[in-house]
């Protein structure tokens, strides 16, 4: 059983949206901080957004601010990120990550942006 399974990655325009979702099974997903990564080829892997466990408190990249929107159900034991005004330099595999005193990977949802 994957813990966290990413989904909704794809290939977007530039402007353009997309909804990622963190889907987790098997712990205690309302007692998790859940945070959002992403990798872009050839750099080290960076934060984009984190929501805390009971979705109170927010924090967000400078780079992300303003177009991005973390948020989590957690009767439906899923975080999401709303990734509006979409540019190439996003481009990168997006991971999920749950922490509390263990943390938790998914395997990572590629977003392409581009013309």
């Known amino acids: 059983q994957v813990p966290l399974v990413e989904s909704g990655g794809g290939l977007v325009q530039p402007g353009g949206s997309l909804r990622l979702s963190c889907a987790a099974s098997g712990f205690t997903f309302s007692s998790y901080t859940i945070t959002w990564y992403r990798q872009a080829p050839g750099k080290e892997r960076e934060f984009v957004a984190l929501?805390?466990?009971?979705?109170?408190?927010?924090n967000y990249a400078d780079s992300v601010k303003g177009r991005f929107t973390i948020s989590r159900d957690n009767t439906k034991n899923t975080a999401y990120l709303q990734m509006n005004s979409l540019e190439p330099g996003d481009t990168a595999v997006y991971y999920c990550n749950a922490r509390r005193l263990k943390q938790y990977w998914g395997q990572g949802t590629q977003v392409t942006v581009s013309s």
């Open positions: 929501i805390t466990s009971a979705g109170s408190s927010t």
